[in-house]
């Protein structure tokens, strides 16, 4: 499980170092700071956030708007624009490269955590990539709600995942697990090829699979039933690769 990644891009570091301790007391991670468009072009290809912060006055030739027509244009992830213009030249202009929420500067903690948490929602659902409210897949992780923040489950990380009449348990590889409202259906569709459903309540990831026997398989030392139609289905898979 990792936190969500924040790249903030801010040319005033007193302001960028306020809203990086404000995160990090929020629970997010931040993956880098920039105050110019070269150095964030540079971070984000060194590794891509889950989100941006960016200011739209930036020191050097471009500006943060330009920065997000290239994020839509390459790397397709969130971005939340910070200005201290709110004049309807400067909205319009924003609005034009279609970021996922507005701050006005000076906001508080609260409307920069509300802020990104709707943001990401927006953009998932943008993306044909929602489950829920509660619940974003975005790139290759299930985000999901705890208290008033994402947390961010890597597909990787799951081994896998039971049905429990209106809920789904998670778990993880490194025994944790999560307890989410939703329907193995929801879900399926939405993770990666890795993940198989063998049961009627399971679906399972098959890079930890170790075993298939004739009514259960074995993955990382969990047995899981395995149901009649789907055996073949799973032989048929196992041949292929």
Do not use: W
Request: with cysteine.
């Amino acid at each position: 499980m990792g936190k969500i990644k924040v790249l903030i891009v801010e040319d005033e570091m007193i302001i960028s170092n306020n809203i990086k301790f404000s995160l990090m007391d929020n629970g997010y991670e931040i993956s880098e700071q920039a105050i110019n468009y070269t150095e964030a072009i540079a971070a984000i290809e060194n590794e891509v956030p889950d989100i941006a912060l960016l200011d739209i006055q930036l020191s050097g030739k471009k500006s943060g708007i330009e920065l997000g027509a290239e994020i839509n244009k390459r790397f397709k992830f969130p971005f939340i624009f910070l200005t201290s213009n709110s004049d309807s030249q400067t909205v319009s202009k924003a609005k034009s490269v279609e970021p996922a929420a507005y701050l006005i500067k000076p906001f508080s903690s609260v409307e920069l955590a509300t802020s990104i948490e709707i943001a990401l929602y927006n953009f998932s659902k943008r993306n044909e990539k929602a489950l829920n409210q509660e619940n974003l897949v975005i790139k290759d992780s299930l985000f999901i709600k705890k208290n008033k923040n994402f947390i961010r489950i890597d597909f990787k990380d799951i081994l896998f995942i039971k049905s429990d009449h209106i809920y789904i348990e998670i778990e993880m590889i490194d025994g944790t697990q999560h307890v989410i409202r939703g329907s193995l259906n929801e879900y399926i569709n939405k993770l990666s090829g890795n993940f198989f459903r063998c049961h009627r309540s399971y679906i399972v990831n098959l890079d930890y699979l170790q075993t298939v026997s004739h009514n259960e398989l074995m993955i990382l030392e969990k047995n899981i039933p395995l149901g009649k139609r789907h055996r073949e289905e799973l032989l048929t898979v196992i041949n292929k690769s």
